[in-house]
């Protein structure tokens, strides 16, 4: 009996948690019904006037299961909508960030701005509206497929767009593209200083049409009119140490003429001075023929020789010659395409550049001489530089230096033994141009042989390249007595900047460099002051057409 009595309470007690079970199942099933019932049945109001989809939250949950209860392209729907938006926000921020920078490319804000509002238009599109995004029904798949092609078409144009803009927002693609730019920029900029100097300089080494018309025109004159032209024989004057003599060693015959004329013009007494001029064999007649047919003014005295008139000046004395002679015996030994520094140097050699170095053998009977370039205009009376007191020095120059320029270092190889133990780096360089030399104590500190030491020595150009303004500072150091630069003003060739106040108040203007006033690429600015001591009344400047 008592076994029967706890059978029955232990049979009662899991009757009882089986039934617990299955209630508590009803209830979690019964949740789940109403739940689901309230996701499906709910609708939420919308307006008519909403521009996009719900896309967040609940709404986004509700409009899900919508599209999966009632239509499958629903979510086509909503991705092609979002992915318009995406872009929307993307072209909007590269507008914002052009427009912070204040950048110059108002066409391409402009675009951006467009394309923003071509995507929000497709969305606001009644047909696309009513078809697409306020309807419950079933979607017209024309409609969509019409409607994801002009999305994807925006989206394509979006996109190049970014690519194309993103070189000027992307901080590195700039400073990258800006070096590239640099050394473009750098590289066109070599070559054309390259270039420009080149065609400057066969400018400035070319004969000008009307510089070859006019010296043959001279020599023609000369042809018909023989016994017109005979050389005179020479003039006491010219070996007077009394009077006022300039030396000008020229192939250019309106050059010279514009020099001489300039000096007399301002001259307080002119029939005191007396002008050397040299030339070469080829223009020597030409320049004769000037001066017959067009007299110095004022009593002024001139002569006309040519360089070969001076017998002393051969290979056997003058070292130039020697290495000129040396370097076309070795061109003649060479092949067609062998370079040879000392052979393009001396391509171009005259001996007119070299007789600045002889004043005194040329003209024994003279205490002082100025020596003036061709390219210079006088514009006030020079015998002021015959009474300067030259302190027994042989050179007076304007010196040309200032700060670390045109010093002794810019014009030899300090490099060199022979240079670095006997010049100093930093002493100031000077001109030629205008020079006033003591003969005297030339032929006393023997400067001609000092200057053939150094010539010699240089004959590989190790110590100096090309040119005579280096031999004239190695000649002439510590014998040279630094002028007032208002006697000398240079940079006419080459520098735009001169004031002309500067040029005023000069005695001498010099157009050194390679625009020379009588080249059609001279400096405007400077041309008048050389044009006006022309003398354009000659019969054959105006015949070869100067066009000053």
């Known amino acids: ?61 509700h409009r899900t299961f919508l599209a999966l209860k009632s239509d499958p392209l629903r979510t086509r729907v909503d991705l092609i909508h979002q992915q318009a938006r995406d872009h929307i ?20 804000l402009k ?109 023609g004159e000369q042809i018909s009119n023989p016994e017109k032209y005979r050389d005179e ?71 006309v020789k040519a360089v070969e008139e001076f017998t002393f000046l051969n290979s056997s004395y003058v070292p130039v010659l020697k290495q000129r002679d040396l370097a076309n015996l070795q061109k003649s030994n060479q092949p067609e395409n062998t370079t040879n520094d000392m052979k393009t140097s001396n391509k171009y050699l005259s001996m007119l550049d070299y007789l600045r170095f002889y004043l ?24 002021g530089l015959w009474k300067i007191d030259l302190d027994g020095k042989v050179n007076g120059a304007v010196e040309i230096c200032f700060g670390s320029f045109h010093r002794f270092s810019h014009y030899l190889n300090f490099s060199h033994p022979s240079i670095k133990d006997n010049f100093n780096p930093k002493a100031c360089a000077w001109s030629y141009g205008v020079n006033i030399f003591n003969l005297d104590a030339w032929r006393r500190e023997k400067c001609t042989d000092n200057y053939h030491y150094w010539q010699s020595m240089n004959e590989d150009q190790t110590l100096w390249k090309s040119g005579t303004l280096a031999p004239g500072l190695i000649t002439f150091y510590s014998t040279t007595k630094s002028l007032d630069k208002s006697w000398h003003v240079l940079g006419l060739g080459y520098n735009p900047s001169i004031s002309m106040d500067e040029i005023n108040n000069a005695a001498v203007i010099h157009y050194n460099g ?23 009344d000659m019969e054959f400047v105006q015949m070869c057409n100067f066009g000053l």
């Open 233 to 303: 024989g020479p003039k006491p004057e010219f070996e007077d140490p009394s009077l006022y003599h300039y030396a000008i060693f020229s192939d250019n015959v309106i050059a010279v003429s514009v020099v001489v004329r300039s000096v007399v013009k301002n001259a307080a007494e002119p029939w005191k001075h007396v002008f050397h001029v040299v030339s070469n064999r080829m223009n020597v007649a030409a320049m004769k023929v000037w001066f017959k047919m067009r007299p110095v003014e004022g009593g002024a005295y001139l002569e």
């Open 89 to 108: 926000t993307l072209v909007n921020a590269y507008a914002a960030y052009a427009r912070k920078l204040k950048l110059d490319i108002s066409r391409q």
């Open 360 to 383: 005194p053998e040329m003209y024994p009977k003279l205490h002082k001489i100025l020596l003036l370039d061709d390219d210079v205009v006088v514009q006030k009376d020079l015998t």
């Open 514 to 536: 390679n625009m020379k006033p009588w080249l059609d690429i001279a400096l405007n600015q400077y041309k008048n002051l050389w044009t006006k001591y022309v003398d354009n």
């Open 111 to 219: 675009m951006f701005d467009e394309l923003a509002q071509n995507f929000s238009d497709i969305s606001l599109r009644p047909t696309y509206r009513a078809s697409l995004f306020d309807t419950d029904g079933p979607i017209d798949e024309d409609v969509l497929r019409q409607f994801e092609k002009e999305v994807k078409d925006r989206v394509k144009i979006a996109r190049m767009m970014i690519v194309e803009a993103k070189e000027n927002y992307d901080n590195q693609l700039k400073i990258q593209k800006l070096k590239d730019t640099i050394f473009a920029v750098h590289e066109s900029l070599n070559k054309a200083k390259k270039n420009g100097a080149l065609a400057s300089l066969i400018s400035a080494r070319s004969v000008p049409k009307s510089l070859h018309c006019l010296a043959m025109r001279l020599m």
């Open 1 to 61: 009996m008592a076994v029967a009595v706890r059978g029955t309470r232990g049979g009662s007690s899991f009757r009882s948690f089986f039934s617990f079970r299955i209630f508590i199942s009803a209830m979690f099933f019964l949740l789940f019904v109403a739940t689901l019932s309230v996701l499906f049945t709910t609708n939420p109001s919308t307006t008519p006037d909403e521009s996009t989809l719900p896309t967040t939250g609940n709404a986004y949950v």
